[in-house]
């Protein structure tokens, strides 16, 4: 069982391509009634707020959805795509300054037989498919918008957290375009999509 010091609000109020790269080989961790869930973050994507168009806050767009953008660093942005999957986002930068880093894909740890179950799926012991998109950790970890949106992830009680992890060689990062986001124009073609290669426990 995973057991390190949770990752605290200096961590996320730096530039957010640093927070990004220090986040791979961290833990998430989820704390439920049952038993915790730990997943190894081995991807993620940057979205650079006001000056993204990727992202939802470009030209400090401020909606209902939105708004959690602009909390503290280290708060929890859930939001739904295609009317039924997640996605798990965490608050970078100074308060005020909407940037985000968006959990991808993460390898599992502890907790698999609770994530199969959560995920209503047969893989047997082929647990590669198990957590590797947005949509399919927060099914696995049962994330959701209405328990988790705008939550604290440095706060003493928080169910849904971060924890220190392994070092990372530089070389074992692998920078590339971010996923589904045609509509960005030239912001399309950044390489703020942060893939660890070195997958060992």
Do not use: W
Not at 53 to 75: C, D, F, L, Q, V
Not at 80 to 91: E, K, P, R, S, T
Not at 141 to 152: A, P, Q, R, V, Y
Request: net charge positive; hydrophobic share 35%; aromatic share 10%.
């Amino acid at each position: 069982m995973i057991n390190l010091k949770k990752l605290n609000r200096e961590f996320f109020n730096r530039k957010t391509e640093i927070v990004a790269e220090d986040l791979l080989g961290t833990y998430l961790v989820r704390e439920t009634e049952k038993s915790k869930i730990v997943g190894k973050i081995i991807e993620v994507e940057v979205y650079l707020g006001p000056n993204d168009k990727a992202s939802h806050s470009y030209n400090y767009k401020k909606t209902e959805r939105t708004k959690i953008m602009y909390s503290k660093p280290g708060t929890l942005y859930v939001y739904l795509i295609y009317g039924m999957y997640f996605c798990l986002n965490v608050i970078t930068e100074s308060e005020e300054m909407p940037c985000a880093v968006l959990i991808r894909k993460l390898y599992p740890i502890d907790g698999i037989e609770l994530m199969i179950e959560n995920r209503k799926v047969n893989l047997g012991k082929n647990f590669k498919n198990l957590i590797d998109g947005p949509g399919k950790l927060c099914m696995a970890f049962n994330i959701t918008k209405e328990e988790l949106n705008g939550k604290d992830s440095c706060s003493i009680g928080s169910r849904l957290y971060f924890t220190q992890g392994e070092k990372i060689d530089q070389k074992n990062i692998i920078k590339s375009k971010r996923i589904g986001i045609a509509y960005a124009e030239e912001d399309k073609d950044l390489l703020l999509r942060y893939i660890l290669i070195n997958r060992k426990k």
